[in-house]
């Protein structure tokens, strides 16, 4: 499938999606919304596919809403339809894709790109790369699932803070607040991000996608309700050819051989 702001290959078990709008700092316009939430859905849909990177084209990862759209925005236009119709299905898409999402954190993550980025599930920074919650600059309050996910990452405060200060977060005080796995030198970010992704395309995909599932569910579980949900879980995971590959493998003292399922 051809899109118009996103750029989209697959390789090796790997999908990378890349934010495609560089001279905004890859701003979100709702085609950008759009086939951003489509491409990680296609992911979702393609066996083939067992881990995906996000990525932005140029010298930012997403500066956030286009805001040069904004202006052409007419009296009855709906703010909160525009976020339910846009932003939150992206979002959805991608805490709901079973699948790791590695975000290539390669410049500034600002507005709603800085919660696109927290939406995926492992960040790995620049050294060039900062986080900003800009919403407060253009008085908006924080959205894109921000107040849900910056929280529970750096604690209430620092994010209170960051969000009514809209003051840049480095990438080493981002890797010191856990808002990023890992900073690496800008020169070496796709090299060292396309390697930990290919790894990840190789491990057991299934177990990774219910791991995810169980993380997310258990944030608003009780401790016997993630018991339970674990167990469940577990049940699936051990019917998958990748278990016993896994422990046959381990017996037989060799790397094992995972095919996702
Ligand atoms: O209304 C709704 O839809 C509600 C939803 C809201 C969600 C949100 O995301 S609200 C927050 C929106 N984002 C922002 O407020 C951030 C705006 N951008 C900036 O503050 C700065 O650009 C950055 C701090 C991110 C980076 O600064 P810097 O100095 O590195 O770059 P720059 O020179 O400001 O930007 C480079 C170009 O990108 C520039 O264009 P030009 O002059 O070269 O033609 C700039 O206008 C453009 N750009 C940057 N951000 C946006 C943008 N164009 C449109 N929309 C942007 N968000």
Redesign the pocket.
Same mark, same amino acid.
């Given at each position: 499938m051809a899109y118009e702001t996103i750029r989209f290959q697959q390789a090796d078990g790997v999908a990378t999606i890349t934010l495609n709008r560089p001279?905004?700092?890859n @701003? *979100?316009n709702d085609t950008m919304i759009r086939e951003t939430t489509d491409a990680f859905k296609r992911c979702g849909k393609d066996p083939a596919v067992r881990c995906v990177v996000l990525t932005g084209a140029g /010298? #930012?990862f997403?500066? $956030?809403?286009?805001? $040069?759209?904004?202006q052409q /925005?007419g009296e009855g236009f709906s !703010?909160a339809e525009?976020?339910r119709r %846009?932003?939150h299905r992206l979002i959805r898409a991608m805490v709901r894709l079973e699948k790791p999402i590695v975000g290539a954190i390669n410049? &500034? +993550? +600002? #507005? @709603? $790109? *800085? %919660?696109v980025a927290l939406a995926a599930d492992i960040r790995i920074a620049s050294d060039k790369a900062?986080f !900003?919650l @800009? *919403?407060s /600059? &253009?008085g908006?309050v924080p959205?894109?699932g921000t107040n849900w996910f910056l929280p529970r990452i750096i604690g209430q405060a620092r994010a209170y803070e960051l969000a009514i200060t +809209?003051e /840049?977060l480095s990438a080493d005080q981002a890797l010191a607040w856990g808002v990023v796995n890992r900073v690496v030198p800008h020169q070496e970010l796709e090299a060292t991000v396309q390697e930990y992704a290919a790894r990840l395309a190789q491990g057991p995909s299934l177990a990774y996608g219910l791991t995810k599932r169980a993380m997310y569910r258990a944030w608003e579980q009780t401790l016997e309700e993630a018991l339970a949900y674990e167990a469940y879980l577990q049940e699936t995971a051990a019917r998958s050819h990748d278990y016993q590959e896994g422990v046959q493998a381990f017996l037989e003292k060799r790397p094992p051989r995972f095919q996702g399922r």
């Open positions: 001279d905004t700092l @701003a *979100f /010298r #930012g997403s500066s $956030g809403q286009d805001l $040069g759209d904004v /925005r !703010i525009h976020l %846009g932003y410049g &500034v +993550a +600002a #507005g @709603a $790109g *800085f %919660g900062s !900003i @800009a *919403f /600059r &253009v908006l959205d894109s +809209a /840049r």
